[in-house]
């Protein structure tokens, strides 16, 4: 029978990187993943370069840019291992990156680098891997915690549940880490796909079908007073519905037959741009409009409406004003997401109120859960590999001081 100090469940981001630091702290580490490949989401993350953090996280109020029943849960493990300390591992490391905008930093090579330091890291700290191995059983014993693998059993001091969540399982999401938490008797928040495109009715999308694969800056918004939450970012049309960075974002905070309002030329007074057009000009409304977005968003916003279809000096100011109105302030109403298939995170997770923000410990003795499978979620941008990066640390740190305190 294998024993060791602590197990780890998951050798994604969070998982790899909790085995190295507590690897090099002097535990004996056992890191184990039920695919063969490790980091999937890594590898495949912005675009093949990894999106690995972000510089603006703010420490002192990270409900800005995370989602939880209790956003300020995170702001212990971010305040203690920063943007700062992971870019200056990947210094070490001599991994070339760049920022992008925004603060989100890229791999400037391959995600394959992020990978391979992360890799190294547990080598240093001497951990034994074991791909391709599925967990079958976590249960309680004298000395800690018994788990049935499929390389046999295995005895523990203590468990790290990093499994992620269930978005994206075609690489294989799976909800071990929520089973784990409900057989230990942890709380679950309602999870729900994040960071996912947004569809329509077929019906309502078919006028927009044609501008698949169209990108252009919008300002979008949802919710109410209190609620109301805004991005300035891209979006992309899809043959279903809408993506980009601009939808992933107002996807975490939009409900359930809530509308999105849209402005798709925010730089731009569009109103007093065609009334000032009507004196001068006699193009089309659609060649006017085609200066301020892109001519085949043009085309499809005047075969909407008759009156939107002549040149611009014979259209009436109130035709005008409808046409800038719609443009700047697009009422529309998703009917669903694209799922967990195409969400770039879960939404949810393990209840923050039994877990520990100082150690990621739960009320359950020995047992502890990190990165995507907690009740965190960071914006698009870095800031979610930021979160699994400080809440590996903030374990692999209480992992270690525990074992001192014990002996």
């Not at 039920?34 to 675009?47: D, L, M, T, W």
């Not at 798709?264 to 001068?280: C, N, T």
């Not at 965190?376 to 930021?386: E, H, K």
Request: proline share 4%.
């Amino acid at each position: 029978m294998q024993t060791c100090d602590v197990v780890i469940v998951g050798a994604g981001a969070a998982g790899l990187f909790c085995a190295g630091v507590a690897g090099q702290l002097g535990l004996s580490v056992l890191l184990v993943d039920h695919s063969p490949k490790v980091a999937e989401k890594i590898r495949i993350s912005g675009g093949g370069r990894c999106n690995f953090t972000n510089r603006n996280i703010d420490v002192s109020a990270p409900h800005k840019h995370f989602l939880s029943e209790n956003p300020h849960f995170c702001r212990s493990a971010l305040s203690r291992y920063t943007a700062q300390d992971f870019i200056e591992l990947m210094q070490s490391y001599d991994i070339p990156f760049h920022e992008k905008h925004k603060g989100q930093l890229f791999c400037d090579r391959s995600a394959e680098d992020l990978i391979q330091m992360l890799l190294k890291e547990c080598d240093k700290g001497g951990v034994q891997r074991w791909h391709g191995c599925g967990v079958k059983s976590v249960s309680q014993s004298d000395n800690g915690y018994q788990l049935q693998t499929d390389q046999g059993e295995v005895q523990a001091g203590a468990v790290v549940i990093a499994t992620g969540g269930l978005s994206i399982p075609q690489i294989g999401a799976t909800d071990f880490g929520y089973r784990i938490a409900e057989q230990f008797g942890l709380r679950l928040v309602a999870r729900r796909p994040g960071l996912v495109p947004l569809t329509f009715d077929g019906n309502e999308w078919a006028p927009y079908v044609s501008l698949a694969g169209l990108s252009l800056p919008v300002s979008i918004e949802t919710g109410a007073k209190k609620t109301r939450m805004s991005f300035d970012e891209d979006l992309l049309f899809t043959h279903r519905g809408l993506s980009g960075p601009a939808v992933l974002q107002i996807s975490n905070y939009w409900r359930e037959g809530q509308p999105l309002h849209l402005n798709l030329a925010p730089q731009q007074d569009i109103e007093g741009s065609l009334m000032q057009a009507k004196v001068r000009s006699k193009k089309l409304i659609a060649n006017e409009l085609g200066a301020w977005v892109p001519h085949r968003l043009a085309d499809v916003w005047v075969a909407q409406d008759p009156q939107w279809q002549r040149p611009v000096a014979e259209a009436s100011d109130k035709a005008l004003a409808q046409l800038a109105q719609k443009l700047s302030h697009w009422p529309l109403t998703p009917n669903g997401s694209e799922g967990y298939k195409k969400a770039e995170v879960t939404l949810g997770g393990v209840d923050t109120r039994d877990l520990s923000s100082q150690t990621m410990e739960s009320k359950q003795p020995g047992l502890y859960f990190i990165g995507e499978v907690v009740d965190v979620t960071g914006w698009l941008g870095g800031y979610n590999f930021q979160w699994a990066w400080a809440s590996a640390f903030a374990c692999a740190q209480a992992l270690k001081q525990k074992q001192e305190i014990a002996s």
